[in-house]
């Protein structure tokens, strides 16, 4: 027996909490952005994902008008950092409410690294940054989808691994991974499964006894 639940009725606040729990596991985008003024900022978001292969583009949301959001609107660049397991404790404190004239880097103690192509800086200890330029802001509702293009990525060697068939590319495990569930839960890298897509051409045919 399932439960009905209509959005209308419920509101948008206790239905947002019900959306999270359920769109889960959720990659975390540790966003990196410099303000107008020159303050660093750096902050967690959950809405993240990758919007377009060729060119390279990936979003992430801002629910209402974050710092984050309004960097990027004014100065057109960002990084997101990888939101790894050994940085669990820092990157949810950079989600504190601090004051924009306050930079997370500094309070939190992270280090500022110098970015390749933007002025944001990454973050040095997070093995992955994609420097990003604004696309497009898409407003909805009481939110923004920031699309950024990737124009620089800069990657540890030490969580590279080449395959047998001569390909080199992160492994998951090396990454490690962060992902948001719901409530106050976090996930990290559990059990991993391998399978190959199924060719039509090879297509097997029913599956399971009925």
Not at 30 to 38: E, I, N
Not at 80 to 108: Q, W
Not at 145 to 155: E, Q
Not at 169 to 195: H, K, V
Request: contains cysteine.
């Amino acid at each position: 027996m399932r439960t009905d639940l209509k959005p209308d009725e419920m509101g948008s606040g206790p239905f947002y909490k019900l959306l999270t729990s359920v769109v889960v596991p959720r990659p975390i985008a540790w966003v990196s952005t410099r303000s107008a003024d020159g303050v660093d900022n750096l902050a967690p978001h959950s809405f993240f994902t990758v919007s377009c292969v060729d060119p390279p583009m990936i979003q992430f949301t801002s629910v209402g008008k974050k710092d984050s959001l309004r960097n990027v609107s004014e100065t057109r660049e960002f990084v997101v950092c990888l939101a790894n397991e050994p940085m669990f404790e820092k990157i949810n404190a950079t989600g504190t409410d601090f004051p924009a004239e306050i930079s997370e880097f500094s309070s939190v103690g992270l280090t500022a690294e110098a970015s390749s192509v933007v002025a944001p800086p990454r973050v040095a200890e997070s093995p992955v940054a994609l420097e990003c330029v604004l696309h497009a802001n898409i407003e909805l509702g009481n939110s923004t989808v920031v699309i950024g293009r990737v124009v620089h990525a800069a990657i540890e060697e030490s969580v590279f691994v080449t395959d047998e068939r001569g390909n080199s590319l992160p492994d998951i495990r090396r990454l490690a991974p962060l992902a948001r569930l719901g409530r106050n839960e976090w996930s990290r890298m559990g059990e991993i499964l391998e399978i190959t897509r199924i060719p039509y051409g090879r297509w097997p045919g029913h599956f399971g006894d009925g």
